[in-house]
């Protein structure tokens, strides 16, 4: 081989691959991976006034949302859930932020946002409606002012905008809060809004939860400056904080909702935290990540934080975790049982709804589909 073809097949550094401006970017850390509460002088008075008995509150909510999110993988993988979005690892941030949450204030999730429609008082069973494929949605938006999940990748956040802008003339001092990912922040949809928002003051926290991967794309290839400094360009704040802490993601979001309300317009809120599992059921990260990186981030454990440090502060005892326990058990057991009698998704349903008075090329495409399950021994499908 010659010495110019060894240089023809060495890739080129790419600009997605350019390190980062060498600033260290600000971590907002209220507590450490070891459980120790750490001073801020800006954003420690959102979480001064907080009692023993909200912390264990914020225990259960991750514990359990947890709990509730490796059932839905179970069931997944038992053939009752065609597909599951995990939030494995990033509890902290959606507990933090959903608990800053006011009842008046509304809620745009993307599809992974388990622990937000936890703190929004969603029943967790109706979260499993759309994945076992037997609805739309599975919750009335109004109820609890948690809008249906979205799958179109960043487009809630002009929903949000739109009904942020919307409320701001209606003259109420509620928020909105816009969840996405560091992959949406390439949508056209994001930047658009972060426009419209800017301009028209609108109250709506952008809540971007980095989980470090688009399905197999790093955050490197998303962008080349740290995700919460982009708001800067647009004209408003951006603060990156430790979205494996859930003191912190809750003071930075209480932070950014009063802005919301007083007039000041968006934030964007960029929660780094990192996504423990799969991107969905259907994905193998083994393909595209190496094990040591997902090593490295179980020792930030969002849980096992606050457990150090609600233990070290005496503010939780044996029988606290032991009941905890008992009741995680009892909400595996309801979702399993409430998912089971759930029925059979209608595998003729997609072909539906799409036009008023149905379409030739529906109808053929129906034909075919047909003629391929009846293709099947049982005439049942795969
Ligand atoms: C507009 C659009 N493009 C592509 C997809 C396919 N898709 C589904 S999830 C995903 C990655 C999203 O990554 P990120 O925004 O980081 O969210 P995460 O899944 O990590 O929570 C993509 C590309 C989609 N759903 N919508
Ligand atoms: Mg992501």
Redesign the pocket.
Known sequence: MTVESTAARKPRRSAGTRKSPSTKPELVQLLTPEGKRVKNVEYDKYVADITPEELRGLYRDMVLTRRFDAEATSLQRQGELGLWASLLGQEAAQIGSGRALRDDDYVFP?Y?EHGVAWCRGVDPTNLLGMFRGVNNGGWDPNSNNFHLYT????SQTLHATGYAMGIAKDGADSAVIAY?????SS?GDVAESFTFSAVYNAPVVFFC?N?Q???SEPTEKQTRVPLYQRAQGFGFPGVRVDGNDVLASLAVTKWALERARAGEGPTLVEAYTY?MGA?TTSDDPSKYRADEEREAWEAKDPILRLRRYLEAANHADEGFFAELETESEALGRRVREAVRAMPDPDRFAIFEHAYADGHALVDEERAGFAAYQASFADGEGA
């Open positions: 993307t992974r799958i179109v990748i960043g996405f990912g560091d992959g949406a949508q939860q989980n991967w688009a399905i996504r991107h």
